[in-house]
Nanobody, 118 residues
């Protein structure tokens, strides 16, 4: 089992910044990627950013140039730095850990709410 604990959400004005953190614990062997997804009211959950063990990253087009995903391997923690926030970034953000060994499985955090509003 893998436990994911998120933090860092909150209310921010348009143009502002937030940093989300996701700390992983437990049986992290076999995890080859971690990422952030978000779900806005009435919409499906979507990928925001992902980082794989090689260090390669990918982002949703809507956040490229504004969000940066990074990780601290020593702390088993992944971060999402969000700059130039827009009202359309408002959503619940979920941390994800993608396991490939011994079987494919996705772990999810409890979610942290981000509200961008003036």
């Amino acid at each position: 089992q893998v436990q994911l604990v998120e933090s860092g959400g909150g209310l921010v004005q348009p143009g502002g910044s937030l940093r989300l953190s996701c700390a992983a614990s437990g049986s992290i062997f076999g995890i080859n990627a971690m990422g952030w997804y978000r779900q806005a009211p009435g919409k499906q959950r979507e990928l925001v950013a992902r980082i794989i063990n090689s260090g390669s990253t990918n982002y949703a087009d809507s956040v490229k140039g504004r969000f940066t995903i990074s990780r601290d391997n020593a702390k088993n923690t992944v971060y999402l730095q969000m700059n130039s926030l827009k009202p359309e970034d408002t959503a619940v953000y979920y941390c994800n850990a993608h396991r490939v060994l011994p079987t494919i499985y996705d772990y999810w955090g409890q979610g942290t709410r981000v509200t961008v509003s003036s």
